[in-house]
């Protein structure tokens, strides 16, 4: 593992697969609340493309489960609304969604003791659709500065800390 700051990158043998740990000070059922909650995933993306929850009626739910779709603005250059689907739950352990290109975003929540949860963020690209595409559109690396920029802000959230 190499370690920048309080985030600790999870070093593994995966060539479609990075991840980054963090520990927070707080509840697994407070921060798998926001992790659940997609009108509050702008809050904490550190990649600064997601823009926010896109208001649809068929999005009655507020709660993501299994199944789940959800509809996201973002923006990277240009504005657009992208569909993601949660691939993976585990309540107050592991969620995960992805969209159209199958490649996964995954927190795993590992709890050390009432107050305080290991939380894991992977982009994980072994389900992609084409994997090697996305390391020609250099996705592996914006991924892991994304994560290394996530998860303090998720930190902060969930300890009840402003956000700079």
Request: proline share 4%; aromatic share 8%; hydrophobic share 45%.
């Amino acid at each position: 593992m190499n370690s920048g700051a309080s985030v600790t990158i999870v070093d593994n043998d995966e060539p479609y697969v990075r991840a980054a740990s963090i520990v927070i000070e707080a509840p697994a059922s407070v921060i798998f609340d926001l992790l659940a909650d997609p009108a509050r995933h702008c809050e904490f993306d550190g990649s600064g493309s997601v823009k926010g929850i896109q208001p649809l009626a068929q999005q009655a739910t507020s709660r993501l489960a299994l199944n789940e779709k959800f509809t996201m603005s973002m923006k990277r250059v240009v504005p657009y609304r992208i569909e993601n689907e949660v691939v993976e739950f585990e309540e107050g352990r592991r969620i995960a969604w992805c969209h159209m290109g199958k490649h996964r975003w995954r927190y795993e929540l590992e709890v050390v003791d009432a107050n305080t949860t290991i939380v894991t963020e992977t982009f994980d690209a072994r389900t992609a659709k084409i994997p090697a595409a996305l390391k020609f559109m250099n996705a592996y690396n914006m991924n892991l500065n994304s994560i290394l920029a996530t998860l303090p802000r998720l930190k902060a959230l969930a300890e009840g800390k402003t956000l700079n």
